[in-house]
């Protein structure tokens, strides 16, 4: 299970996800599917392997794939310029 840890300038935090209050720099074990969401928000700290492989994931940039290249969205069909 992931480890992260809150780094939010505000101090502590009421974490409705995770139901409880996570005071300032507490590391909290969380599923992976709760660090997916918690990490992208910037305030929290990746801490463990687990954590940071997840971190690291979300980080990567996508790369586009050969459907999500259609051409200029507003071209309408048979359209011309």
């Known amino acids: 299970m992931p480890t992260i840890r809150n780094d939010s300038p505000v101090g502590d935090l009421d974490v409705?996800?995770?139901r409880c209050?996570?005071?300032a720099?507490?590391?909290v074990t969380v599923t992976?599917?709760?660090a997916r969401r918690l990490l992208p928000q910037g305030i929290w700290v990746a801490v463990d392997?687990?954590?940071k492989a997840i971190q690291a994931d979300?980080?990567?940039p996508v790369e586009p794939t050969a459907a999500d290249d259609n051409g200029p969205a507003?071209?309408?069909e048979?359209?011309?310029a």
């Open 16 to 18: 409705p996800l995770l």
């Open 49 to 51: 392997k687990a954590a």
């Open 74 to 76: 507003d071209a309408e």
């Open 25 to 27: 720099g507490e590391d």
């Open 32 to 34: 992976p599917d709760q």
């Open 21 to 23: 209050v996570v005071k």
């Open 58 to 60: 979300i980080d990567s």
């Open 78 to 80: 048979g359209a011309t």
